[in-house]
T-cell receptor, first 110, second 114 residues
C-alpha cells in the first residue's frame, strides 16, 4: 500500500530552527517533494530530492534517505510568515502521480 | 509568465447537480493533474493527463471524469454531486517528461455541496 506519515502539528519560536520529519512506504519512487501551503491557498513547491543526502535552498533544506524511507524538511531562522502546512509528497506510481501525506501544521510564535 | 489558472474560484452546488472545473497550465507544460483536498488532509490524486491522453486515475468513482484539450487546458467534471464532494479541487501543471517532474499548483476551486 501507499503510506506517508508526518506529524500533525508543530510549534516553534521566531528565529529558531525546526525539523519536520516524513516517513514513507510507497510502490514506486521517483523522488520526494516538499510543498508549503498557507491556509486557503494552493501548495507551493519548496524542494525535491531523488538522491540520498541534503539539498539546501536558502533558509530551507531537505534531506532524503531512500533505504530508510525517510525525509525531513529543515527550516532555519523561522519567520512568522513560515506559519503554514508543510506537505510531504512522493512521486511514483509509474506515471508520476504525487502521493501526499496529511501535512504538518507549523505555528511560529514570537 | 502566468502560472496555473483555475476557474471558478468558488462554487456552491446542491446534491445531485453536476459541476465543471477548468484549468489552464503553465505555458509550455503538456501535463495536467487533478487533486481533491478535503479540509485538514493532503491532496488526493484524481487524474493525470498528458498530450490529451489519460495517463492515470486515482481511486475515485466514475462520477468523476476529465479531459484535456489540444491547447493542454483541462476540465474536471463531477456528476451527481454528494455532500462529501465538498473540497478544494487543485490542478497541477508539469512538463510531463522525465522523472522528478515538478508539479506546480493553481489556486484551486473551492466547491461546496449543500
Amino acid at each position: 500500500g501507499q503510506n506517508i506519515d508526518q506529524p500533525t502539528e508543530m510549534t516553534a519560536t521566531e528565529g529558531a530552527i525546526v525539523q519536520i520529519n516524513c516517513t514513507y512506504q510507497t510502490s514506486g519512487f521517483n523522488g520526494l517533494f516538499w510543498y508549503q501551503q498557507h491556509a486557503g491557498e494552493a501548495p507551493t513547491f519548496l524542494s525535491y530530492n531523488v538522491l540520498d543526502g541534503l539539498e539546501e535552498k536558502g533558509r530551507f533544506s531537505s534531506f532524503l534517505s531512500r533505504s530508510k524511507g525517510y525525509s525531513y524538511l529543515l527550516l532555519k531562522e523561522l519567520q512568522m510568515k513560515d506559519s503554514a502546512s508543510y506537505l510531504c509528497a512522493v512521486l511514483g506510481g509509474g506515471y508520476n502521480k504525487l502521493i501526499f501525506g496529511a501535512g504538518t501544521r507549523l505555528a511560529v510564535h514570537p | 509568465d502566468a502560472g496555473v489558472t483555475q476557474s471558478p474560484t468558488h462554487l456552491i452546488k446542491t446534491r445531485g447537480q453536476h459541476v465543471t472545473l477548468r484549468c489552464s497550465p503553465i505555458s509550455g507544460h503538456k501535463s495536467v493533474s487533478w487533486y481533491q483536498q478535503v479540509l485538514g488532509q493532503g491532496p488526493q490524486f484524481i487524474f493525470q493527463y498528458y498530450e490529451k491522453e489519460e495517463r492515470g486515475r486515482g481511486n475515485f468513482p466514475d462520477r468523476f471524469s476529465a479531459r484535456q484539450f489540444p491547447n493542454y487546458s483541462s476540465e474536471l467534471n463531477v456528476n451527481a454531486l454528494l455532500l462529501g464532494d465538498s473540497a478544494l479541487y487543485l490542478c497541477a501543471s508539469s512538463s510531463g517528461q522525465g522523472a522528478g517532474d515538478t508539479q506546480y499548483f493553481g489556486p484551486g476551486t473551492r466547491l461546496t455541496v449543500l
